[in-house]
C-alpha cells in the first residue's frame, strides 16, 4: 500500500486574484525496467513503441512514462489513473489536501539498480489549468517485496497457528483482517525467526582448515550476519580470513546477449581477520539498508552468498617453545615470508525486506517535491 499526500496551495504569484481556479489533477504509478544492451536481449514485442501496458483510460489521462517523459526502457507495471479532484476553486489564503493511496500487486518486482538490469518506482502526478498546458511532477520511491503473503492463511485460529511468533488474543472468536503490513511484517517473523546453529567443516585437499558456524541462514535488511570460525582441530595452519557480503544477478537464458556470460557479482560489506595462532574467533558482516533483497522476475534473478577466502600455509610452521617456568618468557618472531595458497568457499544466505519505516529513517533524500501550475 502506498499512500502520498498531496496539498494543494494557489502560488505567490496569483495572490492579487479572487480566486485560482484548476481544472483537474490525477495520479498514477508506474514501474519502469531498463537493461544494459551488453547484457539482455530483449524481444522485439518489448520495444516501448509496441508495448501494450495494462491500464484504465484513454492514453490522455495516464501517464506512460515512455510516452510522455520520454524515458528509456519498458514499463512493466502501470496503475490505474485517479483523479484527485475537478474544477478546483481556492482562494489566495486557501488550501486543501488530497491523499492518494494505491496497493501494488504482490508479484511486482521490487526496486532494483544492478548492472544488467533496472527496476524503478514513480509516482507521477499532473494537474492543469483552464486554457493550460499539463504539468506533472515525478516523485521516486522505493519498493520492497515480501514474498509469502498470499499463501499464508492469517484468519486461520489459535490452535492452527501456535508456531506463530506474534501475540494472539484468545478471548476473540473472530479476529479482523489487519494491516497489509502487520502481516507483511509476520511474514517476516515466520521466516527469519527462524534459529540453529549450522556447522561447516572446511577443508582442502591437504586436511581441515577450520570449522565455521552460522546460527541462521535467513536475514533481513538492517541485521548483522554472525559467525564463529574454530582453528583448534585445523591440520593446516592458516594465516588470515576474509569474509564478503556478496550479489549474484543472474540473467535469465532466454534474454542473455551470449551464452557465456555468467553471473554479476557485486561485493558489499567485508570482513578479514588475522588467525594464525588463534584457536577461536568470529565475524559480524552488517547488511547495509539499501541493498536489495533477493527476487526473481521473468529477467533476471538476484541471489546473495557469503565468500569466504582463507589463505593457508603450503609447509608446516615450526612450533614455538614454550618455557616450562612459569616465571619465564620468550618471543616469537614470526617469519619473514611464507609460502601460501589461497582457498575460496561460496554460501548462499537468504536476504529479506525489513520494515519500510526503519529503510526510510537511514535513507537519505528529500521525501516532498513541489510544483507549479502556470
Known amino acids: 500500500m502506498v499512500r ?3 496539498r494543494v496551495q494557489p502560488s505567490m504569484s496569483c495572490a492579487s486574484e479572487q480566486y485560482e481556479v484548476l481544472a483537474w489533477a490525477s495520479a498514477q504509478m508506474h514501474c519502469q525496467c531498463t537493461v544494459s544492451d551488453t547484457r539482455v536481449n530483449l524481444p522485439k514485442s518489448s520495444n516501448p513503441s509496441e508495448a501494450e501496458v495494462t491500464t484504465a483510460g484513454s492514453g490522455n489521462t495516464a501517464f506512460l512514462p515512455n510516452r510522455v517523459a520520454g524515458e528509456r526502457g519498458i514499463c512493466v507495471l502501470s496503475t490505474v489513473p485517479k483523479i484527485l479532484f475537478c474544477d478546483l476553486h481556492l482562494t489566495p489564503a486557501q488550501s486543501k489536501t488530497y491523499i492518494y493511496r ?7 518486482p521490487p526496486s532494483y539498480r544492478g ?3 533496472k527496476y524503478s518506482y514513480k ?8 486554457n493550460s498546458p499539463i504539468k506533472l511532477v515525478r516523485v521516486p520511491l522505493r ?3 515480501v514474498y509469502g503473503i498470499s499463501e499464508m492463511d492469517f484468519s486461520c485460529g489459535r490452535e492452527e497457528r501456535d508456531d506463530s511468533v506474534t501475540p494472539s488474543n484468545p478471548f476473540l472468536e473472530e479476529e479482523e483482517e489487519r494491516p497489509i503490513l502487520e502481516r507483511a511484517m509476520q511474514v517476516l517473523q515466520h521466516t527469519i525467526a527462524r534459529r540453529g546453529p549450522n556447522y561447516f567443516n572446511i577443508t582442502n585437499a591437504k586436511g ?10 535467513s536475514y533481513q535488511l538492517g541485521e548483522n550476519i554472525v559467525g564463529t570460525f574454530d582453528f583448534s582441530e585445523s591440520s593446516i595452519p592458516c594465516v588470515q580470513f576474509s569474509v564478503t557480503l556478496q550479489s549474484e544477478e543472474i ?3 532466454s534474454y542473455r546477449l551470449k551464452p557465456t556470460h555468467g553471473a554479476l557479482l557485486t561485493t558489499y560489506t567485508k570482513h578479514h581477520d588475522f588467525c594464525l595462532h588463534t584457536s577461536k574467533t568470529h565475524m559480524v558482516l552488517p547488511i547495509p539498508l539499501h541493498i536489495t533483497p533477493g527476487f526473481i522476475t521473468d529477467i533476471v534473478t538476484l541471489k546473495w552468498r557469503l565468500h569466504f577466502e582463507f589463505i593457508t600455509t603450503v609447509h608446516e610452521l615450526l612450533c614455538h617453545p ?3 617456568d612459569d616465571t619465564a618468557s620468550s618471543t616469537w618472531r614470526g617469519p619473514v615470508d611464507l609460502e601460501v595458497e589461497t582457498m575460496v568457499w561460496d554460501m548462499p544466505v537468504k536476504i529479506y525486506a525489513t520494515n519500510p519505516l526503519q529503510v526510510s529513517c537511514a535513507t537519505a533524500g528529500a521525501k516532498t517535491a513541489n510544483f507549479v501550475v502556470f
Open 4 to 6: 502520498t499526500v498531496l
Open 102 to 108: 494505491e496497493t501494488l500487486p504482490l508479484d511486482a
Open 143 to 145: 519498493v520492497l517485496v
Open 322 to 324: 614454550v618455557p616450562e
Open 123 to 130: 509516482i507521477t502526478i499532473g494537474a492543469q489549468r483552464v
Open 251 to 253: 540473467v535469465c537464458d
Open 115 to 117: 548492472q544488467a538490469i
Open 208 to 217: 581441515k582448515v577450520c570449522k565455521f558456524c552460522l546460527f541462521k541462514s
